[in-house]
């Protein structure tokens, strides 16, 4: 059930990088009838690199933000970012299960907090709170040809005592929420497979070679693009995949979109609402070829129709010949 109001934490890279994923995923939102509300004086959550250093101290990092939603009465925090959601779903955990381990993240914060806030990824407040009825009850248009490899990526369903969302090795939310947006989903195994999130300066190479198995495996799935829901994911597999045509001799040239882009496009937004001049390798061949969902029935009505008087033709066919042949007998 969809809540009166949610908090909306966008974190560092949505107001940034990832800009297209903050864009489309709020009209996506709206169009859904998700009321949310930006928390004030929100700040770093601490992301990856914190927890390296001192785990306390990255939990406070998130609980700070935390509180700030707390206060406003609100009880569930989207979370776009999967690193973000980790953190803020990391602090909820290790606070609500260890007493000293909530006192010591509080002893670090100017107002205790009390555990009341419960960070979902888009993805999750979607599937759970939304429902595939109501995301294939807004849809306008058909994006015909459009064949889908979503790409989860290593943490937004991992590890599950902490995400508590789908399932870790085989989710599925984002294939139902895009089938039920209208296109077509293809079975892809490399799903989580890890892309080399935030190693592309240190460790190019391996991240090159990480990327090139989720593109080649998406293109074997019968893929023409590739939907994700992070922005670390997004820019090795958009940003980078020149890069890895260079490193690999590959010729990849597939499309990287978020999610709420591709349910944005069927929803009937421009792609200047859904930010896809972002896009490193467009979307053009998609958005050119979209129509009304009107039209597809017209058109797949036309086929059948087709289809119907090719083969009332050939069994008339079938029996001149077949009369034929008696008639010589």
């Given at each position: 059930m969809i809540e009166p109001s949610y908090g909306y934490y966008a974190g560092c890279s949505l107001?940034?990088?990832?800009?297209?994923?903050?864009?489309?995923l709020k009209v996506v939102l709206k169009a859904l009838g998700v009321s949310f509300t930006e928390p004030d004086d929100w700040s770093c959550c601490g992301s990856t690199p914190a927890h390296t250093v001192d785990h306390v101290f990255a939990a406070a990092l998130a609980a700070r933000n935390l509180k700030i939603v707390e206060k406003t009465g609100l009880k569930t925090?989207?979370?776009p970012c999967p690193s973000c959601m980790t953190a803020f779903k990391k602090a909820q955990h290790g606070m609500t299960k260890s007493d000293s381990f909530k006192q010591e993240v509080n002893d670090l914060l100017d107002e205790p907090y009390e555990c009341g806030v419960f960070a979902k990824s888009a993805l999750q407040v979607i599937y759970e709170d939304v429902g595939l009825d109501v995301v294939a009850a807004k849809v306008t248009h058909a994006l015909p040809g459009l064949k889908i490899a979503p790409y989860y990526g290593c943490i937004l369903n991992r590890p599950p005592e902490i995400a508590q969302f789908d399932d870790?090795?085989?989710p599925v939310s984002m294939d139902n929420i895009l089938a039920a947006a209208g296109v077509e989903v293809c079975d892809f195994a490399f799903k989580m497979e890890c892309c080399g999130a935030a190693f592309g300066v240190p460790?190019?190479?391996m991240v090159n070679q990480l990327s090139y198995k989720v593109l080649s495996m998406a293109i074997d799935a019968g893929a023409n693009c590739i939907a994700v829901a992070c922005p670390l994911c997004q820019q090795n597999l958009d940003l980078r995949q020149e890069q890895v045509n260079s490193a690999t001799g590959s010729s990849f040239d597939i499309p990287i979109l978020y999610f709420s882009q591709i349910m944005g496009l069927a929803y009937g937004y421009s792609p200047e609402d859904l930010a896809l001049d972002k896009l490193i390798?467009?979307?053009?061949?998609?958005?050119?070829t979209?129509?009304?969902?009107?039209?597809?029935?017209?058109a797949k009505e036309l086929q059948e129709q087709q289809a119907k008087m090719k083969s009332q033709k050939s069994k008339v066919v079938e029996n001149k010949e077949e009369t034929k042949s008696e008639e010589t007998e």
């Open positions: 107001e940034g990088t990832a800009s297209e994923y903050d864009k489309s925090l989207i979370t870790p090795e085989n460790k190019k190479n390798v467009s979307a053009d061949r998609f958005v050119r979209r129509i009304t969902v009107q039209q597809a029935r017209e």
